[in-house]
T-cell receptor
Framework: DSGVTQTPKHLITATGQRVTLRCSPRSGDLSVYWYQQSLDQGLQFLIQYYNGEERAKGNILERFSAQQFPDLHSELNLSSLELGDSALYFC??????????????FGPGTRLTVL | DAKTTQPPSMDCAEGRAANLPCNHS???????VYWYRQIHSQGPQYIIHGLKNNETNEMASLIITEDRKSSTLILPHATLRDTAVYYC??????????????FGQGTILTVHP
């Protein structure tokens, strides 16, 4: 158990819909990261937040957005869903500080299926 | 970030040491080598990282060559539960995009009885 929790575990929805994925980082971790893993693209970084502020962006679509709240939990919002958005979405967290910022602890993931 | 090259797959007998190589010939002086693994559809798991010295923890050892152009992750006594995809990642510890891990294809390690 990494200490990172994600809900829901599974999500099945239809094209065009909007969903929200939730992540609670490990106690004390200020950085939260979101990754997408699909069969054809592998594991890809989407976005990073640090103490409520966006820090880095990766291959995140404009239809996707995220935020980190004052209690440090984070939400990833996916809208106008397409079949290709079906994937595993992972959240990770880490402590601050040089060298350890890349020592990330991943949650169990949310499996999104778009029908 | 420096590009890494790993063999696509490796086999190992249970109880033996698993030695997973990684080439990172373009690594720069302030970049670390990180190893993660992913057991089928679970979240990736951090294993170990190092800068230039060899490192050991309860999971594995990391051997980095003197010129830092390659490294080897060693699982000293592999078990069936070590069957996973192993990722070697080279990253700097600072800068505007620190924390953004780039996962390649990794090495599929299969431990067999």
């Amino acid at each position: 158990d990494s200490g990172v929790t994600q809900t829901p575990k599974h999500l099945i929805t239809a094209t065009g819909q909007r969903v929200t994925l939730r992540c609670s980082p490990r106690s004390g971790d200020l950085s939260v990261y979101w990754y997408q893993q699909s069969l054809d693209q592998g594991l890809q970084f989407l976005i990073q937040y640090y103490n409520g502020e966006e820090r880095a962006k990766g291959n995140i679509l404009e239809r996707f957005s995220a935020q980190q709240f004052p209690d440090l939990h984070s939400e990833l919002n996916l809208s106008s869903l397409e079949l290709g958005d079906s994937a595993l979405y992972f959240c990770a967290s880490s402590v601050a500080g040089a060298g350890r910022i890349n020592e990330q602890f991943f949650g169990p993931g949310t499996r999104l299926t778009v029908l | 970030d420096a590009k890494t090259t790993q063999p696509p797959s490796m086999d190992c007998a249970e109880g033996r040491a698993a030695n997973l190589p990684c080439n990172h010939s373009t690594i720069s002086g302030n970049e670390y080598v990180y190893w993660y693994r992913q057991i089928h559809s679970q979240g990736p798991q951090y294993i170990i990282h190092g800068l230039k010295n060899n490192e050991t923890n309860e999971m594995a050892s990391l051997i980095i060559t003197e010129d830092r152009k390659s490294s080897t992750l060693i699982l000293p006594h592999a078990t069936l539960r070590d069957t996973a995809v192993y990722y070697c990642i080279v990253r700097g510890a600072g800068g505007t995009s620190y924390g953004k891990l780039t996962f390649g294809q990794g090495t599929i390690l299969t431990v067999h009885p």
